[in-house]
Every structure is written in C-alpha cells, then in structure tokens.
C-alpha cells in the first residue's frame, strides 16, 4: 500500500518536474489576448510576451505603430486607418473621424448640431444618438460603434498576422470620464469586429502600468496626458494594489493643434511682412501648415529649424490677379515656439491644481508624475510640470504608446501570463464628475 502510495507519488513528481521544466524550456506560448486602445486621433494595440516580459507594439503593413482613427466609405469597400486616410479627400464627407467623441453618448437635437457643425462628414440624429450619413453608390447611415469596430477588426488582423494565431479576446481602454452605456457601447463595437472584451480599463490607469506602477511602492500617480484637441488630468490612489481614480480635469479645448495653429500664425504674418500679401491659396495654406506642423515636431529636439515653403502667391497687377511663385523661408526656434504659446502652457496647471483640490492632496504628495500624449514630448511643456512639483515627470515610454503598452500588460495578466500577486486592476468609481476647463 504504502510502496504504491511512493510510487504514486514519484510519478507525480515526475510530472510535476515535467511540467515546470517544459516551462523553463519550451518556447513560451503566444499571447493570445491583445491590448486595444481605441483612440480619438489613433489606435494601437500592443500584446505582452510572457517569455521576455516586454510589451509589444504591433505595427501595420507599411510599419506603423498607430494607425489614424479614420474610416472612409467608397463604391468599392470600407477603408480603415492609414488606407482611410488616404481616401479622405475624395469626398470628404465619406470619411469618418473622433467617432470617439460619439460613441455611447446621449445627445439631443441642438447640442448634436452645434457638434456635427465642426466635421465635413454629416452627423445626425437618431433617437438620442448619433449616427453618420453617408453616400457611395447609396445613402446608409452607420452607428458610431461601427466606425470603432473596422478600426478594432483591422488592428485585430494586424496582431492575427504578426502572431500567426487566431485572436479572439482583448483587452480595452477607455478615457475614465466614460460612464456606462459608453463603456457598453465600446464593448459592443470590439463584439462587432469579433473580440470578446476580458476587462475594460481606464486610460490613466494603463499609462500608469506602463510605467510599472502597479508593481512599484507608490500612493498617488498624476497622470497629464495631452494630446492634438484635448488635456485630460487624472488623479490616481493606488489602495491595496488597485488604482482608483481620486479625481479628474481638464480642457477639452487644448491641445497640439493649438500649439501649431499659433506657428501657422505667425508664418502667415512673416509670408505678408515679406511680400505684401499672405498666402490665400488653399494648396499653399495647406503647404505651409504641414510644414509647421513638421517645424513644430522638429522643435521638440533641436533648437532652431528653417521652414522652406515653395507658395503661388496671388499678388494684385496692375489689370488683373497675378501669380506670383517664391520660395518662402523663415528661421524658427524653439524660443520663439515657446513665447507664441506661453499663455496656453500655463493652462496646463489649471486642471492640475484642480485635481489635487479635489483630491485633498498637497503637490508634494504625487508620488509620480506620468506624461501621456504627443505634446508632452514638447520640453517647455515638461519643464512647467517639473517646476511645479519640484520633480521629475515619468517620460521614458513613448507618450504616443503608454496607454497600449498598459493595456497589453493588462491583456497579459489576463492571459494568465503574470505572477498572479502582482494582477493590480482598478476601482470602479461610478459617480466622479470631471471639472472642464475651456
Ligand atoms: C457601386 O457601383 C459600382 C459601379 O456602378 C460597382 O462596380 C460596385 O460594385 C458598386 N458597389 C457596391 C458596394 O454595390
Ligand atoms: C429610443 O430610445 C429609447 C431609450 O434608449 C428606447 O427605449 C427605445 O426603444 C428607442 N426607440 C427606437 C424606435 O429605437
Ligand atoms: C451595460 O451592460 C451591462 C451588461 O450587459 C448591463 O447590465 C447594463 O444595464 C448596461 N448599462 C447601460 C447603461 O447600458
Ligand atoms: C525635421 O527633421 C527631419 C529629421 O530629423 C529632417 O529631415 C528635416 O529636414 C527637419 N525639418 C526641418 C524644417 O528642420
Ligand atoms: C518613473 O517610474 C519608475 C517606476 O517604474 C520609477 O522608478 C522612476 O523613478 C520614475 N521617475 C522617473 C523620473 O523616471
């Protein structure tokens, strides 16, 4: 009995032995949940490794790690991120973008049409909520939820082709001012591209994982993420390993266009100081603001750019409109940058002091400062955050990528490919109110 009972019990060693052995050797198994984050302007989404436990940002055909959040309606299919974008134009009133902004949300007649009123596509109403008129060889109507779910089933293509399996579940971001039915509907658009969503998570939240923070030794993370339109200022509570959203900020009206739509300014006013009139044709706004655009990212690193414009200028002859074809040039630097947008930087500090006062929170009590979204990467921009906690703000990860490098942590947990004493998740929190400045 007792010979059977060892013998019994070798053989379960053994396969323990077995087990844990094929797991040190073996090649680790492939993430089989993925990262999503479904965003205003562009997507990613991004797996965790459990072998190497690094986070990959998965990249489309031309190598892109975010795709544009745009969907565009022709004749002949349905186009989504880069392959949309490129079809904008032609016409633009079938190409859908920020469905983000409508999604889930509860409007009425009036406040749809001061929204609709802003984007060359028509939005109308139905019924409480918006929908998207659109016209190829007939006229349609699609949801909002639509629109996120050909962004969502390409960027699920995107991981099925670089993992070589086939995806079925994710995990997805939203902004913590979501409520419900938003947080609902996004569900429902990630079920329409055929993903099974595990678990929804905030999008301070997964900035802050991106950084480690859910492992690490921290009370209170403040996370600014500031992107093309908008800032948005999260005051997180790390309690028992679980964050929860103590307060929320910001200014819908604030954000990196802003910042290029002062340079484009002042590029306009030197093209008329120069040659007595400013730039009029739409081809040459459209030149000179991409190449602001390009001035402004430049400025990011160096200290001072050239802006070279080729413009058709339509100068007054002495009979009639004459053209007039230079070659604009103007030195930029980052100094002059920065006293073109002072005013709108300090902005910046409003919601941030904001939150800690709703937070109960002195500034010297934010453990970690997390800067998400491409214009954090302007450094005057981290030098008023710095200054105003009189420390370092958390800028290592790609601001572009900390919310889909969380969430694929987040994905990876889920997966089951985690220590399970580290699978910090958050609090829902349903009644916060996000104070707006704008
Ligand atoms: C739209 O019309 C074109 C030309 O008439 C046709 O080739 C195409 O298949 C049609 N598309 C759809 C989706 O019916
Ligand atoms: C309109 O919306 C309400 C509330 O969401 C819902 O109960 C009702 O069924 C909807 N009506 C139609 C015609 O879809
Ligand atoms: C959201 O979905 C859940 C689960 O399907 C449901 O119980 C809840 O009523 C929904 N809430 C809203 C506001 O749509
Ligand atoms: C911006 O940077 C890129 C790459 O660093 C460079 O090729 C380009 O010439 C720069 N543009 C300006 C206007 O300085
Ligand atoms: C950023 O976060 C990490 C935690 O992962 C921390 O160790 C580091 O000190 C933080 N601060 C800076 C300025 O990088």
Known sequence: ???????????????????????????????????????????????????????????????????????????????????????????????????????????????????????????????????????????????????????????????????????????????????????????????????????????????????????ADVFNVLVVDLGGGTLDVSLLNKQGGMFLTRAMAGNNKLGGQDFTQRLLQYATDRVRQQYGVPPTLKDDIHLLRQAVEVAKLNLTKESHVLLKVPLRLQTTGVKQEEEEKVLFQEELTRELFEDLNADLFQKILAPIRTVLLEGHLEKEEVDEIVLVGGSTRIPRIRQIIKEYFGKEPNTSVDPDLAVVTGVAIQAGIMGGSWPLQVSAIEIPNRHLRKTNFS
């Open 1 to 215: 009995m007792s010979g059977e009972m060892s013998i019994l019990g070798s053989v379960i060693l053994a396969l323990f032995l077995a087990g844990y052995l094929g797991q040190q050797y073996l090649p680790p198994p492939k993430p089989r949940v993925i990262g999503l984050d479904l965003g205003t302007t562009f997507c990613s989404v991004g797996v965790f490794h459990p072998g190497t436990g690094e986070v990959e940002v998965i990249v489309d055909e031309k190598g892109h790690r975010s795709i544009p959040s745009v969907v565009s309606f022709t004749p002949t299919g349905v186009y989504s991120g880069h392959e949309g974008l490129d079809l904008s134009d032609i016409p633009p009133q079938n190409t859908i973008y920020d469905a983000k902004r409508f999604i889930g949300k509860i409007f009425n007649r009036e406040n749809l049409e001061q929204e609709s009123a802003r984007y060359p596509f028509k939005v109308v109403f139905n019924n409480g909520s918006a929908e998207f008129l659109v016209t190829t060889n007939s006229t349609f109507t699609v949801t909002p939820e639509f629109i996120g779910s050909r962004l969502l089933l390409k960027m699920k293509q995107m991981a099925e082709k670089q993992l070589g399996i086939p995806i079925e579940k994710a995990v997805i971001s939203v902004p913590a001012e979501f409520d419900e039915r938003q947080r609902n509907y996004t569900i429902r658009a990630a079920n329409l591209a055929g993903l099974e969503i595990l678990r929804v998570i905030n999008e301070p939240t997964a900035a802050a994982m991106a950084y480690g923070l859910h492992k």
